[in-house]
């Protein structure tokens, strides 16, 4: 009974076709946008490390010229011994040089008496009057920390100025090789027809003609291959400005439509003053 119902569950379990095992499926790649270039570019860029640092450091002297009336002190001590007693071996002669006990120094040879030293000093110095110089001192702190402040905000212009440069030109790049290679096909296709025409001798084409089409085929090939390259440079420029190694490879850049910008110039002394004002 045992045999014939294990026999049925066998048959039954062959019966079943297997499922087939569906492949994992590929992760999603990541497009980025200008705004994630510039928060990647802003989070590891190197100078703008440096001009917080340098901030730091004016707010820490403006702390210290804060408290440039508080008065100051300076504290020396000195100890010193045991020092060991010595005398001449043979005073009557002038020329004798021997020492009593001129054994090495020890705590049980130094024989004779023992003495201590000990001595001190204590400075102190409090500002009265400075004639100005305190007030002086925590307004140019001040300055310092107003320039550190600045120093960020430029130091963020340029990052940003330098990730929207690369972008852009990624971007123009991109859309001239997506029309130049269109272009490259249709050339292609033109010259095909050209060749069928002139072989059929076709009197309204010329093999000038056919050389016409060659040599604005070769521009267009150096155009393309200039916007490749020029693709390929802000592509390592972005790179570089944002610290992403896989950026054109797993991590994608987001497609935007370039867009003259609407923007009416102001007059040149206004440019100027703002230049002047912001530097």
């Keep these: 009974m045992i045999w014939m119902v294990s026999s049925i569950l066998c048959w039954s379990l062959l019966a079943v076709e297997p499922q087939p095992v569906s492949a994992p499926s590929p992760e999603p790649t990541v497009a980025l946008a200008l705004g994630d270039l510039l928060d990647l570019a802003l989070a590891q860029d190197g100078r703008l490390r440096a001009a917080h640092a340098q901030l730091a450091s004016y707010r820490a002297r403006y702390d210290e010229a804060r408290w440039a009336w508080f008065p100051a002190a300076k504290l020396q001590l000195l100890f010193g011994g045991p020092i060991g007693e010595r005398r001449l071996a043979c005073k009557s002669d002038p020329t004798c040089v021997e020492l009593e006990n001129a054994s090495s120094w020890s ?5 004779g008496e023992v003495s201590w030293a000990a001595g001190g000093k204590l400075e102190a110095a409090i500002p009265l009057y400075t004639f100005g110089k305190l007030s002086s001192v925590k ?7 107003d320039a550190g402040q600045a120093g960020i905000v430029r130091v963020r212009q340029e990052v940003a100025l330098e990730v929207r440069r690369a972008y852009y030109g990624w971007l123009l790049a991109n859309a001239a090789e ?3 290679e269109e272009g490259e096909g249709k050339i292609k296709e033109a010259e095909k027809k050209l060749l069928k025409m002139l072989e059929e001798f076709n009197e309204d084409v010329t093999e000038r003609d056919l050389h016409k089409l060659r040599f604005y085929s070769a521009q267009v090939k150096t155009m393309l291959a200039q916007a490749r390259q020029g693709k390929e440079i802000s ?5 570089f400005l944002t610290g992403s190694e896989d950026l054109g490879q797993q991590i994608k850049l987001a497609v935007a439509e370039l867009r003259a910008p609407k923007v009416e110039l102001e007059s040149r002394e206004h440019y100027l003053k703002q230049a002047r004002l912001q530097r």
Excluded: N, S, W
């Design 139 to 145: 307004k140019a702190a001040a300055a310092g920390v």
């Design 107 to 111: 705590f049980g040879d130094l024989g």
């Design 235 to 239: 592509l390592a420029a972005l790179r």
């Design 178 to 180: 997506e029309v130049l």
